[in-house]
């Protein structure tokens, strides 16, 4: 162990598990750069946040520009970034969202949209789909459900929430067809036997779940929520706090499938790695959410609201590439799913793409994973996993990705399958 390794092993607490521990002191673009010098290709993105890879220029001066003037008012005062970020996020939003309430992270953003959602409707239930992801506080853990692990020791949790199944066509052996219809008949046995739809204040899903395993929900199941909200009053929040900037395509994955939501929640790549997120919705729906009925000391930072307008400029240039770049690594994948056994499912949207691990006989394989992993950091490439078992691949390269790069990350990692296929 190195004298780091040792000092981060006596005094942080382990609940925060980190996937390496090479120590790394830059970061530039697509790639990091370790402590002794080795640089890593960065397909980890800190987790689907730098969209725009490391330090972009304009993000940097941005921020320090900013830094330089005012970085924090606390809701004492008012101050411009604030107000010209709330602007930029409604100008790339889907339609209907003509409003911001700014937070720090995911799960403090999906708490609100929930307070909201209960506030507006005076209704308590919940509905929220089984492998969702929205957090760890105490209230979005409640609405997590990609790992069991995450809510082990926790309860009780907040009651009247109701879980039902998210289509998973490939896990179950469906189509996405067949997918769709089993999880709706789940919804609906959920209002006959056990809650009115008028109990329910919203629907919180993932328009593409993330941490448990990369399941795009296809327009057509998002399109039957929708009708399903709308003949009950029950609001449709999206949870787009890895989905969202680009990630799936376009500005949000509600834009690739054409489908409205009543509440956005953002945060991840908002502002390309600095603490900010947001719940977005009509005027009509949060100016009922009445002043001090809910609040922040350090959300909409001014620092973080400044990055936020430079990360957004930068992706109106960025975003329109993406759509290429996708269709070049799901070619890749594709192929290469027909050359390896090991991969037994490649999906996704964007540059959101999920390749699934699998042994002989189609069981998950987390193994291959880790082994793929490792191979792959000493190639010098980080990649991290998703789904209940640990054995997706989670392929979130950053946006703007050289070709080469983005090749770069395919070969090491096609080694990385070959020389796994090769030893089992
Ligand atoms: C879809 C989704 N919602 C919420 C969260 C929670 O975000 P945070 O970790 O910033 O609280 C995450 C984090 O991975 C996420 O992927």
């Known amino acids: 162990m190195t004298d780091l390794q040792n000092r981060f092993h006596d005094i942080i607490a382990p609940v925060i598990a980190f996937d390496s521990e090479v120590e790394i002191v830059d970061g530039k673009g697509s790639w990091v750069t370790a402590v002794d010098g080795k640089q890593y290709l960065d397909f980890a993105c800190g987790i689907a946040v730098t969209n725009l890879g490391h330090r972009p220029d304009a993000v940097v001066t941005a921020a320090q520009s900013q830094l330089n003037k005012l970085w924090h008012a606390g809701g004492a005062f ?17 339609d209907g969202i003509n409003k911001v309430f700014f937070m720090n992270s995911g799960a403090e953003a999906v708490e609100g949209s929930i307070k909201l959602a209960r506030k507006v409707t005076g209704r308590q239930g919940i509905i929220t789909f ?25 309860h009780p949790l907040l009651p009247s929430t109701f879980v039902v199944p998210f289509p998973h066509p490939y896990g179950w052996g469906m189509t996405q067809e067949e997918a769709n219809a089993y999880a709706l008949r789940e919804l609906e046995f959920k209002f006959r036997y056990e809650v009115t739809p008028g109990e329910i204040a919203a629907f919180l899903v993932e328009p593409m779940q993330g941490e448990g395993g990369y399941y795009p929900a296809s327009k057509a199941f998002l399109d ?25 395509g376009d500005w949000f994955t509600s834009q690739v499938y054409d489908v409205r939501p009543d509440v956005l929640v953002m945060g991840k790549a908002i502002a390309n790695g600095l603490p900010l997120s947001a719940v977005g919705a009509s005027s009509e729906l949060l100016d009922q959410w009445l002043p001090g009925s809910h609040g922040t000391t350090f959300g909409g930072n001014p620092v973080c609201c400044a990055a936020c307008t430079a990360t957004i400029d930068g992706l109106r240039e960025v975003i329109p590439t ?15 799913k027909e050359e390896h056994p090991t991969i037994g499912d490649v999906r996704g949207l964007g540059l959101m793409i999920g390749i699934e691990l699998i042994t002989a006989d189609g069981s998950p394989d987390p193994e291959a994973f880790t082994s793929i992993a490792s191979f792959a950091r000493d190639a010098g490439m980080f990649i ?4 209940p078992d640990g054995n997706i691949i989670r392929f979130i390269p950053p946006l703007n990705v050289s ?22």
């Open 78 to 94: 008012l101050y411009e970034p604030l107000v010209t970020a709330a602007e930029s996020i409604v100008d790339i939003a889907p």
């Open 130 to 154: 089984r492998g969702g992801f929205h957090g760890r506080t105490m209230g979005s853990v409640t609405y997590t459900t990609s790992k069991a692990k995450y809510r082990q020791g926790y």
């Open 224 to 248: 039957a929520l929708r009708a399903i909200a709308d003949e009950h009053g029950i609001l449709l929040i999206f949870d787009e706090v890895q989905t969202g900037f680009g990630r799936t």
């Open 322 to 336: 993406v759509p290429a770049s996708s269709e070049h690594a799901f070619s890749r994948w594709n192929t290469l």
């Open 384 to 387: 991290l996993n998703c789904g």
């Open 403 to 424: 070709r080469e790069d983005l090749d770069r990350g395919i070969d090491i990692l096609t080694d990385a399958i070959a020389a796994y296929e090769s030893g089992r």
